[in-house]
């Protein structure tokens, strides 16, 4: 029935190569779908997974600091803050919600403004922090109010805190906001709020307390919203690090020193664990964490007092007589003079044309080995000094550590000056003069230590000669280091009768009428203290002012004081603390700095069973030739005109 | 004039059962993926996809049976009509049509948004194969006689470029073409087009929309904007790719459900499917598809009047290149067009002028034995 065949062929025959040409086209189809679903497909599936998964990186805990009874110095405590979800708040303006939450937290201008931009830069899902640091109060109000504040959230994160704030500031430093030149190949770094040790065991032990990132593969979407967490590996928190402190000690410590400015070292003599270490004023850690006010900064770093170093070990100051044990110990060494030999003191002492003064003006007469460290005779130790040569002191102070930083487990350790000839000649391009070594003999001039270094030489003196290091550090994460016993550590080689000299001599400087410091024994049976007082000036006094009669202390600006130092140890007879103070401007070493030290060392012997410390076998024997006399006598050391340096001050 | 013999008499019963049924259920196969595809792109709902989609769909094969039934004579009489009305909604959506997606293509009307552009491919099928079912084989090959049938093709493809909409212009334009060539005009003569489209390329680029000349270029290097017009094909790729041979399951592809592929509702549906049922899934309904096709090649190969052969060719190719346009952008063979998936995308227009389409390829099954003249006359010559 077809009536028109010629068009029904042309048609069938156009439909026909149509059909072929779609079924060409489909078969390209099917093609590219085989080529991209089986050919390709591993290429696409990883691009997928790399669409969908994100790695997320999850902070560890920081680890503990604890001192060594295990009290904590720094932990992680909760930080409540609160965040808005932008999405949440349905129907009012961002400024609206703010208005609200202002009724219940304070929140200032430039916070609102940071507040506005980043909810207008942000997806409206993510959280935007409204205050860090919420009070119980606050969270307290925010949840009562729940209900009237839609899209708010209470948030706990975690933040530093350090229990005793300024008490141990300087030895625990603190942690801050990680900058540009930290990042390194750690990931964590990168974590917005990640915080890095900046100062202090916060600084050395950074790596062990920060321990290792964790990471959580969560899925997202194209938007970056979390839609569920597919894998999850912990990290390592941080390990614990337990310091040789004793945080109860330090605390006394900082308490006994009130508004002074000034450092108080105390070690164990047998290892060289430091047990106090004490830098005034401070500083509080919190603060930094919390963040400083221009105002603040700027408070603490022109503060005349220097808040921010750590006197113990970045501050420098002439020894002044506590370094007339190294002084004798060349001399006896070299044999210049014998203990028993006597040297005459006039009160002045003539080097060509200078002339050098004893702190007590008409002299002290003639003086042995052991009456010139008791009664701290100036006289007595030019002479020695002079015959002993400054390079001879040189290699004395060497062995006990003097010479150099002592490496203690902290940042920013300063090494002091233990002059030479060679190192003048260096330096200084000049010869070495011989007054320069008269002056040294007294431990002025060019020689400079640190309160660490003074503790680090009595504890050496103490513990028969025997080269301790200090350190901080009792054991990380459980793993003990360093040296426990005494027999550990190598001997000086320094011959025990001199060194049986100069620790009975420093016996006699507390425990003995004549003594510098006979008004700071313990009066502890079979605690007694022995130790040096120093008293250094810090200004020139002139010819005309000698002559008139030196000003008291009392009559001085506070910064034109002497400082008053003292070294000690304790107990006399196996001891076992070894303890420095430095004053800043304190006026007297046996006035200011000597009483500190027996307080403190009082302190640490009714401490020694605070906690599971190391069992201490003091000697109960009870100790005679005590006065009680309360002669009130000058001591320590006063002004002495000096050829060429006068400061001792770091 | 009519022979109760030769052409029985076809009463509504008889034209029921001669509707190629099985053709209805490959349809509705196809349409059934649609809906279990918008049921998993929102995530296990009905709503907001599915469930209208399958209310449009039970309508639209209503008016495809109404369609089918209507005598065949009767669409021949009105093709100009329709041809005119879908013409004139193009003018008035220039006119009144409101923007969407960045271009004017719907026109409301009060109740219902219609896209004229969709009507026009039907209609322009149905008014090119009145044209030739009036034209002599010896006045086809006549050069005159090419200007009206170019006429019809050109005057709706520049009112939707001008909406813009490159790849339904496209698509009309290829319709005609290919009814043209069904016709039976002389290959040298496409041949001839061809050449000179490719001359004019350089010409049309300058008149081409900043989106369309950036689409056409995101085609050429997709990488060239990963972000920006570059990332609906790279993340259609990543989907397809990582659907692999099996697919991640039903309502289990990632790249979908976390939206990293966009409008995978409607563009890209076949990519989600292809994601989730993978290379087995796609090529079913590539299949499914090349069912449909078939038939109505079959369908248009069988019928004995001119007028019935171009309608079902013409609309078949119209139901092809919503095929092959739409698989070829997702999987990156073509620039993006933004042409739906037919059956399966989301959307109404789109669906009620397909099933329009499949109505007249049955209504052509069904009366392929009624006499059809030069004029649309019951007996012909």
Redesign the interface.
């Known amino acids: ?4 065949p ?3 062929k ?3 025959r ?2 026909a ?3 072929g040409g ?2 060409v ?2 078969t ?3 093609g ?3 080529y ?3 050919v ?2 591993d ?3 990883t ?3 790399e ?2 998964i994100n790695l997320r990186l999850l902070a560890p805990p920081r680890g503990r600091i604890i001192d060594r009874f295990g009290r904590p110095l720094a932990e992680n405590q909760q930080n409540y803050r609160l965040q808005l979800v932008p999405e949440d708040v349905k129907g009012s303006e961002i400024e609206e919600v703010l208005a609200h939450v202002q009724k219940i937290v304070t929140l200032t201008e430039s916070d609102r403004r940071r507040i506005v931009r980043e909810v207008r830069r942000n997806r409206a899902f993510v959280p935007v922090t409204l205050k860090e640091n919420l009070s119980w109060s606050e969270v307290a109000r925010i949840e009562i109010n729940a209900p009237d504040l839609p899209g708010l959230m209470i948030d706990v994160g975690r933040s530093r805190r350090y229990p005793y704030g300024p008490e141990a500031a300087h030895v625990l430093g603190y942690v801050a906001a990680v900058s540009e030149k930290d990042l390194d190949e750690d990931p964590l770094l990168k974590l917005p709020g990640f915080r890095v040790g900046r100062a202090g065991i916060e600084k050395v032990h950074d790596l062990d307390l920060r321990g290792t990132g964790g990471s959580s593969e969560v ?5 970056g919203r979390m ?1 569920r967490e597919l894998s999850r590996r912990e990290g390592q928190p941080g390990a614990e690090v337990m310091l040789t402190l004793d945080m109860g000690l330090q605390e006394y410590i900082a308490k006994r020193l009130g508004q002074e400015s000034a450092s108080v070292v105390v070690m164990d003599v047998r290892n060289g664990d430091v047990l106090a270490m004490v830098s005034n004023p401070s500083y509080d850690s919190n603060d930094f964490n919390r963040g400083l006010s221009s105002g603040e900064w700027q408070q603490l770093v022109n503060n005349e007092r220097s808040p921010l170093i750590n006197k113990s070990i970045a501050g420098v100051y002439s020894p002044g007589s506590t370094f007339k044990m190294m002084v004798l110990l060349a001399a006896l060494e070299k044999g210049v003079i014998s203990p028993d030999q006597k040297i005459h003191c006039s009160g002045e002492y003539e080097l060509g044309d200078a002339k050098f003064h004893c702190w007590k003006r008409h002299g002290h007469g003639f003086v042995d080995a052991m009456e010139a460290i008791t009664e701290s005779c100036d006289v007595y130790f030019y002479e020695i000094a002079k015959r002993t040569g400054i390079d001879r002191i040189a290699a004395t102070a060497r062995k006990f550590g003097l010479d150099a930083p002592t490496g203690i487990d902290l940042p920013g350790e300063q090494g002091g000056l233990i002059p030479t000839r060679d190192w003048k000649r260096a330096t200084r391009d000049e010869p070495w003069h011989q007054g320069e070594t008269v002056i040294a003999g007294i431990g002025q001039g060019f020689v400079l230590l640190t309160p660490l270094q003074m503790a680090l030489m009595t504890a050496r003196l103490a513990n028969g000669g025997r080269a301790i290091t200090p350190h901080l550090t009792r054991a990380i994460g459980g793993n003990a280091g360093g040296p426990r016993q005494p027999s550990d550590v190598p001997s000086m080689n320094i011959p025990p009768g001199h060194l049986g000299i100069v620790t009975e001599a420093m016996d006699r400087v507390v425990n003995h009428p004549t003594g510098t410091a006979r008004r700071s024994e313990t009066g502890i049976e079979g605690f007694p203290m022995a130790g040096k007082t120093g008293t250094v000036q810090v200004r020139r006094i002139s010819k005309l002012e000698r002559e008139q009669g030196v000003r008291k202390n009392e009559d001085l600006p506070w910064k034109y004081r002497d400082h008053a130092l003292f070294v000690g140890f304790a107990p006399v007879e196996n001891p076992r603390y070894a303890i420095s103070v430095v004053v800043e401007h304190g006026g007297g070493g046996s006035s200011t700095a000597a009483p500190i030290a027996r307080d403190v060392l009082i302190e640490a012997y009714n401490r020694r069973s605070a906690g599971p410390g190391l069992p201490i076998a003091y000697d109960d024997r009870p100790r005679n030739g005590k006065s009680e006399t309360a002669d009130a006598s000058s001591d320590g050391q006063a002004p002495t005109e000096v050829a060429d340096r006068g400061e001792g001050g770091g | 004039m009519r022979s109760g013999l030769s052409t029985p008499e076809l009463t509504l019963g008889r034209k029921l059962i001669s509707i190629n049924w099985l053709l209805i259920l490959l349809i509705s196969t196809v349409a059934a993926v649609g809906f279990a595809m918008l049921y998993s792109a929102a995530e296990g709902s009905l709503n907001p996809w599915a469930e209208r989609q399958m209310l449009r769909f039970a309508f639209a094969v209503g008016v495809m049976i109404v369609v089918a039934t209507v005598n065949i004579r009767i669409w021949l009489r009105y093709a100009y009509v329709l041809y005119f009305m879908a013409l004139g909604l193009l003018v008035a959506v220039e006119v009144a049509g409101y923007v969407g997606m960045g271009a004017q293509r719907w026109l409301s009307l009060g109740f219902v948004n219609i896209q004229p552009s969709e009507l026009m491919k039907i209609f322009l099928v149905l008014a090119l194969a009145r044209y030739y079912n009036a034209s002599a084989i010896e006045d086809i090959g006549s050069i005159t006689r090419l200007i009206v049938p170019i006429a019809l093709i050109i005057a709706p493809t520049i009112l939707i470029l001008r909406q813009p909409d490159l790849g339904t212009a496209i698509m009309v334009a290829m319709t005609g073409g290919a009814v043209l060539f069904l016709a039976g005009v002389r290959l040298w003569k496409f041949a001839l087009v061809g050449v000179g489209a490719l001359a004019a390329a350089p010409i049309a680029w300058q008149f081409l929309h900043g989106y369309q000349k950036k689409r056409v270029l995101t085609f050429l290097n997709p990488e060239n904007d990963p972000l920006g017009a570059g990332y609906h094909i790279i993340q259609s790729k990543i989907a397809l790719g990582s659907g692999g041979l099996m697919g991640k399951g039903f309502m289990q592809g990632p790249q979908s459900h976390l939206h990293f592929l966009p409008e995978m509702q409607t563009d890209f549906i076949f990519t989600m499917l292809a994601e989730e049922f993978g290379l087995v899934g796609g090529l079913a309904l590539i299949v499914l598809y090349a069912l449909i096709v078939t038939y109505g090649i079959i369908i248009a190969i069988k019928s004995r009047n001119q007028f019935g052969r171009l309608v079902a060719g013409g609309v078949t190719t119209t139901f092809f290149l919503y095929v092959f346009i739409n698989i070829a952008m997702v999987t990156g063979l073509i620039p993006v067009v933004g042409v739906p998936l037919p059956l399966v995308s989301y959307g109404g227009t789109v669906m009620l002028t397909l099933m329009i389409g499949f109505g007249l390829v049955i209504g052509v099954g069904v009366h392929r034995d009624v006499p059809v003249g030069r004029r649309g006359e019951a007996e012909g010559l």
């Open positions: 029935m077809n009536r028109d010629d068009r029904h042309i048609f069938t156009r439909a190569m149509l059909a779609k079924a086209l489909l390209a189809l099917c590219r779908l085989y991209l679903q089986v390709e497909a290429r696409y599936a691009l997928a997974d669409n969908r899925e997202v979407n194209a938007f839609i």
